[in-house]
């Protein structure tokens, strides 16, 4: 391939066709913004097609400052006000697209992710967008002119205003790499630790014996630790502990501590016993749990040694003590499954240095930052693109 030795001069240069890189691409090319995204991709929005088991979940009927996870808590609340869940889903009615709600205010495309990533595409044919795939960016540096030349595979390219709009560490088979970050670093930018997040926990040797067994059973719980605690289903796998609660907790959870679980969140198993114990005294235990949760995650739990003893046998001492098996199962992950299967990277580049309202870098003037790069995630259900939407059309606005 001939590199041209002339760069492409443009205004705005986005690095990154995922979520946040379209909508502020979008939103600049509105501005009449000749815009330029690059991306190493061979296609534009990969995560947006895979996510949702490919019907995207889009965002959340319900969304707040409360639902991110960030060193500075109070940095997407301007975002998210500006461009609002029900912003986005008048873009996705003008479309009539179908989509359908779950549970927790989570929306879903009906048919496909690709309905959401093409109408994208199609606000960004609108208006003129220029989208360059299988690019790999090698060098970026700040001219004299204040411009950003940036060398990649494709030739050079120079724009006033550079956004970086690459994501972060999670599901590296997708694509992701520390690009983002290096190039934060570059400008004088601190980065606050990163991690995987939303991601399932693996097991200690001894629980993973114990519980592997299980693999596909899945239970409503829920899920705490000391600081927060959520309620959904925990699925057992091969290597661990995945579903819903879990990988929303894992967010929160620190390496060495221990989680707690509810398996029977709307029951008082104790109780429940000690009535059936007076009503069907010789009702085995292993009969009466069973019909709670499903007989071979009893067993894991609980051994065989008491299970086919009558309830009768049973003091309420130890029934009480069976029920907190149950309802207080305290398990310490091994840890998690990392990068790999994470949906999100925690951390990422300080907020601090970031203006709230713009995006832009408070260190470098035309430098901006949007999406999962940023030190701001999301929790499970439609929250990660929301703030790729919210922050991709607040920096749109000025770039």
């Given amino acids: ?42 296609k534009p929005g990969k995560k947006i097609l895979m996510s949702g088991g490919g019907r995207c979940n889009f965002t959340n009927i319900d969304v707040s400052a409360s639902n991110y996870i960030s060193h500075n808590p109070h940095f997407c609340k301007s975002a998210l006000s500006r461009y609002t869940q029900r912003d986005f889903i008048a873009m996705v009615n003008e479309y009539r697209i179908p989509y359908h709600e779950r549970d927790s205010g989570k929306l879903f495309c009906d048919v496909s992710a ?60 997708m694509g992701a790499s520390p690009a983002g970050y290096r190039i934060a670093v570059q400008f004088g930018h601190h980065i606050q630790p990163t991690a995987a997040g939303l991601v399932p926990f693996t097991l200690q040797l001894q629980d993973k014996s114990a519980f592997s067994e299980l693999s596909g059973i899945a239970v409503h719980s829920i899920v705490s630790n000391e600081r927060i605690q959520f309620t ?6 091969h290597r ?34 000690e009535t059936r114990q007076s009503m069907q005294p010789n009702l085995k235990l292993k009969t009466a749990l069973s019909e709670l949760l499903p007989k071979r995650l009893v067993l894991a739990l609980l051994g065989t040694t008491a299970l086919d003893r009558p309830l009768q046998s049973f003091s309420r001492t130890r029934l009480g003590e069976i029920a907190s098996r149950l309802q207080h199962w305290q398990i310490k992950p091994c840890g998690t499954e990392g990068y790999r299967t994470a949906e999100v990277t925690l951390g990422g580049v300080d907020c601090n240095e970031i203006s709230s309202k ?6 470098i003037p035309g430098l901006y930052f949007i999406g999962e790069v940023v030190d701001v995630t999301g929790w499970l259900g439609g929250y990660n693109f929301q703030w790729a939407w919210s922050s991709g059309w607040c920096a749109g606005q000025v770039v």
């Fill in 1 to 42: 391939m001939t590199i041209p030795h002339r760069p492409a001069l443009t205004d705005v240069l986005i690095i990154g066709a995922g979520a946040a890189g379209l909508m502020c691409a979008i939103e600049a090319g509105k501005r009449g913004r000749k815009v330029i995204v690059l991306d190493h991709a061979s």
């Fill in 114 to 173: 690709k309905d959401i990533l093409n109408m994208l595409l199609s606000e960004c044919a609108k208006v003129n967008v220029d989208i360059r795939l299988n690019c790999d960016v090698e060098a970026i540096d700040r001219m004299d002119s204040n411009a950003f030349n940036t060398v990649t595979s494709l030739g050079v390219f120079q724009g006033s205003s550079l956004v970086i709009a690459c994501g972060g560490l999670s599901i590296p088979k």
């Fill in 232 to 237: 959904g289903n925990i699925l057992f796998t």
């Fill in 240 to 273: 661990g502990l995945s579903g819903p609660a879990i990988l929303q907790i894992s967010s929160y959870w620190q390496p060495g501590e221990t989680i707690t679980v509810n398996l029977l969140p709307e029951l008082n198993v104790a109780e429940h016993l």
């Fill in 358 to 363: 713009t995006m832009e870098s408070g260190k």
